[in-house]
């Protein structure tokens, strides 16, 4: 097995908090190793172009705090073609990198897949705010998106209690509901609206009634953007029924600010350990959390299986919302 000399990094698809500290901790764990280090720029479309800088000890300081990631991503429709699979492996053998950890979601690893068939080891690192990345607990971002939601939900619910309003608040995920689904348990939500579980508006305005006859006069609901516009909502539920909702979407300042502790602690420890793995001569994996325990496992989990919301955190939200 060859030694390990020059390892790559990359951040891919949407920005999430906590990326920056994954890119420190791989950095400067490589470093660590007498490895030498490169960033790719701008994800899978800069690997495309050799958009290659190396990256020092002292390069990734002062940004473990920082939100967004000072690789910057990008989409790439260009790597969906074998031909630019092939050009991207190519760029990176031929600038002697023999590793690459990917810092991104689902997409962003199969991407990685490709390189790992045409003689690139890869290691991906779950980072989404979505956290629909199966095979891990938890993804960097995600506890910080919560935070962030939570706080203007709070600050609406103060205005909803004001002036005994109905607010319809709209979080992002498009395919998932994990985040819609902590925000309506940590806010006191009346209701969740998510991409996986069928939606009734009839259901909907029966909650809402039965708040209602209980002596609630506000109500929040968190809707899922995947599910449906918040505005479309609010025009079904005044057609329905007669509420007079407001509507807030939240939209990417979700995925903005400072990461939160748990944020920079997992990407700590998941850019470590995608070193040691990498070091070891492992290819294909990625960095899970599993029961508070780093593990590494095939990067194929993340789209072969499925990840499902908890039933029991919906449970939660039909008992205490009302």
Same mark, same amino acid.
């Given at each position: 097995m060859a030694v390990m000399k020059k390892i790559a990094i990359l951040t891919s698809g949407g920005d999430s908090p906590g990326m920056n500290a994954a890119i420190r901790a791989v950095a400067r764990?490589?470093?660590?190793?007498?490895? /030498?280090?490169?960033?790719?720029?701008?994800?899978?479309?800069?690997?495309?172009?050799?958009?290659?800088?190396?990256?020092?000890?002292?390069?990734?300081?002062?940004?473990? $705090?920082? @939100?967004?990631? #000072?690789?910057?991503?990008?989409?790439?429709?260009?790597?969906?073609? $074998?031909?630019w699979q092939e050009k991207a492996a190519g760029n990176l053998l031929d600038a002697g990198i023999q590793g690459l950890a990917v810092i991104g979601g689902g997409g962003s690893f199969q991407g990685a897949r490709e390189l790992q068939k045409r003689g690139v080891a890869v290691a991906g690192i779950p980072g989404t705010i979505d956290n629909d990345i199966a095979g891990t607990e938890l993804a960097i971002g995600f506890r910080t998106a919560v935070e962030t939601a939570l706080d203007a939900v709070m600050r609406l619910r103060d205005t909803a209690s004001s002036h005994d309003r109905l607010f #319809?608040?709209?979080?992002?995920? @498009?395919?998932? @509901?994990?985040?819609?689904?902590?925000?309506?348990?940590?806010?006191?939500?009346?209701?969740?609206?998510?991409?996986e579980?069928?939606?009734?508006?009839?259901?909907?305005?029966?909650?809402l009634h039965e708040a209602r006859k209980k002596g609630k006069t506000h109500s929040l609901i968190i809707l899922a953007e995947g599910?449906?516009?918040?505005?479309?909502?609010?025009?079904? #539920?005044?057609d329905t029924a007669g509420y007079?909702?407001?509507?807030?979407?939240?939209? $990417?300042?979700?995925?903005?600010?400072?990461?939160?502790?748990?944020?920079?602690?997992?990407?700590?420890?998941?850019?470590?350990?995608?070193? /040691? @793995?990498? #070091?070891?001569?492992?290819?294909?994996?990625?960095?899970?959390?599993?029961?508070?325990?780093?593990?590494?496992?095939?990067l194929?989990?993340?789209?072969?299986?499925?990840?499902?919301?908890?039933?029991?955190?919906m449970r939660l939200v039909g008992v205490l919302g009302v």
């Open positions: 764990s490589a470093i660590a190793k007498d490895m /030498e280090v490169v960033g790719v720029m701008r994800g899978f479309e800069g690997l495309l172009d050799g958009d290659f800088r190396p990256l020092g000890a002292r390069d990734v300081g002062g940004i473990i $705090h920082r @939100g967004g990631t #000072i690789l910057q991503t990008a989409r790439s429709t260009r790597f969906m073609e $074998h031909q #319809i608040v709209e979080v992002m995920g @498009g395919r998932s @509901g994990f985040l819609a689904l902590d925000v309506a348990v940590a806010g006191g939500a009346e209701a969740v609206i998510v991409p579980v069928q939606f009734s508006l009839g259901r909907l305005i029966d909650r599910v449906m516009p918040a505005q479309e909502l609010r025009d079904r #539920i005044q007079d909702a407001r509507v807030t979407v939240l939209g $990417h300042i979700q995925r903005g600010g400072s990461p939160c502790a748990v944020d920079i602690i997992l990407a700590s420890r998941m850019g470590s350990a995608a070193v /040691e @793995g990498l #070091i070891s001569g492992r290819g294909g994996f990625m960095t899970s959390l599993a029961d508070s325990t780093i593990e590494l496992r095939n194929s989990v993340s789209w072969e299986t499925k990840k499902y919301l908890d039933p029991e955190m």
